[in-house]
Structure formats: structure tokens, C-alpha cells
């Protein structure tokens, strides 16, 4: 079950990542493009939602395209899921006590790699195979 003491250590061990206070919500950041934030569910969020609401933390975090998206949700629906909010952007929504440590690592890097620009996302995966 990750925490958000979990996306901290995860995310800002990311290159050049960093962490902001954004309108009483935790963000992270690469040169100031938004990759993962704090996303309670609003009240329209909760009418559309209804019964299958979920409870507890939620994390938003970018992703590649609204392809890979699609395919987490269908994938692991308890983990991962949208709303209407979100319909037209690469964003998906995770329910943060049910991932394990290995994806919300892979979550988070794959959200930074998103956002990175090319050369430090390049420099990034060529550490990481040497």
C-alpha cells in the first residue's frame, strides 16, 4: 500500500524533479511541466462516480497518450480509473493505498519520462541501462 510519502521519495528521486504546493495539494514537477499531483475527488467527480467512488487518496499523474490510459484502466480497474474531467487528456487517476511500490514506481517514472524534455528523458533511460 504506497503513501504519499512513497510518491515523495519516488518522484523526487526522478532528474531535475521537483515538489510544489499547489492550491493545498502536493504537485511534481520537471522544469516546471507537471507530471503527478494530489487529486481529490470533487463533488462532480463523486455525481458522476456515484457508488463506485472510491475512497481514500487519490494520485493523478500524466500518461504517454490517451492509448496507454485506456489500457491501464481496462487492465486494473480497482487501481486505476477517470472521469469526465479528465476525458481528452492523457491523465489518469490511481487509488494511492492500492498500488504496491513497484507501480507506483513505474507509474511515476513513466509520467516523468512524459513530461521530461527529450534530451533529459534520453540521458535518464541510458544511466539506467548502463
Known amino acids: 500500500m504506497a503513501s504519499w510519502d512513497d510518491v515523495r521519495r519516488i518522484a523526487l528521486a526522478l532528474p531535475e524533479a521537483a515538489e510544489r504546493d499547489g492550491r493545498e495539494h502536493l504537485q511534481w514537477v520537471v522544469r516546471e511541466k507537471l507530471f503527478a499531483w494530489e487529486r481529490p ?3 462532480g467527480d463523486l455525481a458522476e462516480l456515484g ?11 500524466r500518461v504517454a497518450d490517451e ?3 485506456e489500457a491501464l484502466i ?8 477517470t472521469t469526465g474531467h479528465f476525458d481528452g487528456y492523457p491523465i489518469i487517476l490511481a487509488r494511492l493505498d492500492r498500488l504496491t511500490d513497484d507501480d507506483l514506481d513505474e ?3 513513466e509520467s516523468w519520462l512524459s513530461r521530461a524534455p527529450k534530451r533529459l528523458a534520453a540521458a535518464y533511460l541510458a544511466a539506467r541501462e548502463s
Open 51 to 61: 457508488d463506485d467512488a472510491p475512497e481514500g487518496p487519490i494520485l493523478a499523474t
Open 41 to 43: 475527488l470533487r463533488k
Open 67 to 69: 492509448g496507454a490510459k
Open 74 to 81: 481496462a487492465d486494473e480497474p480497482e487501481r486505476y480509473f
Open 107 to 109: 507509474l511515476l517514472t
